[in-house]
């Protein structure tokens, strides 16, 4: 009687797997195209604007320069640069392997990939990708919320979130996932009365 849960369970398990594998590969593609459009239309004549143009746009507007000193500084203390070269980084890595697997036999591939890689680094470390974090923040807080955000992220009490955020999400998603692989099938063996053609399935 126990052997059948645990089955299914198993397959719960290898089904969400290959989702996750699905939705990380479908992530980063889709990425890869947006910005393979983006820079498409940057190099068509008349059409877009270049990076540099945007960046400066963004920067360019009737932000109050104290509100816009208030979010630049809780971009740092929440460390969004950092996050963003973390996740550049692994980004560019996968879409190094993926260049390097569709790419002809070629003596350039490995530094194709390199270039690549070392590019979008450097645009993630620059300033733009601040300046187009600011119209966001500006949008969503108003001048005392983003004081007051500040003061708590500068607290002790702020910081000690901040230090301990990574490590709890890792943990509650943890929980979270084996949660749901316990629940799947359970609910999928309740639902075999109401649908009897769900044992039929698991065959």
Same mark, same amino acid.
């Given at each position: ?86 996740? !550049? #980084?692994? /980004?560019? @890595?996968?879409?190094?392997?993926? %260049? ?6 070629? $003596?350039?591939?490995? &530094? ?45 009490? !702020? #910081?000690? /979130?901040? @230090?301990?955020?990574?490590?709890? %999400? ?6 979270? $996932?084996?949660?749901? &692989? ?22």
């Amino acid at each position: 009687m126990h052997a059948e849960p645990n089955s299914s369970q198993e397959k719960i398990r290898k089904r969400m797997g290959r989702r996750r594998g699905r939705f990380t590969v479908g992530g980063c593609l889709f990425l890869l195209t947006l910005a393979w459009a983006s820079g498409f239309a940057q190099e068509t004549p008349g059409k877009g604007k270049s990076e540099p143009d945007a960046a400066k746009e963004a920067r360019a507007s009737t932000l109050n320069p104290a509100k816009e000193g208030d979010i630049r500084r809780l971009l740092e203390l929440t460390g969004a640069k950092k996050n963003a070269l973390e996740f !550049g #980084q692994q /980004l560019g @890595e996968y879409l190094k392997s993926m %260049m390097q697997k569709s790419l002809p036999a070629g $003596e350039h591939n490995s &530094q194709i990939g390199d270039t690549l890689v070392s590019k979008l680094m450097a645009r993630l470390s620059s300033d733009e990708m601040i300046a187009r974090l600011i119209p966001v923040y500006d949008k969503a807080f108003s001048g005392e919320d983003l004081k007051a955000i500040v003061r708590f992220y500068e607290s002790a009490a !702020g #910081q000690r /979130l901040l @230090e301990a955020t990574p490590q709890v %999400m890792e943990e509650a998603n943890g929980v979270s $996932e084996k949660w749901v &692989q316990e629940l799947i099938p359970q609910i999928m063996e309740q639902m075999t009365e109401q649908f009897p053609e769900l044992k039929q399935s698991e065959k």
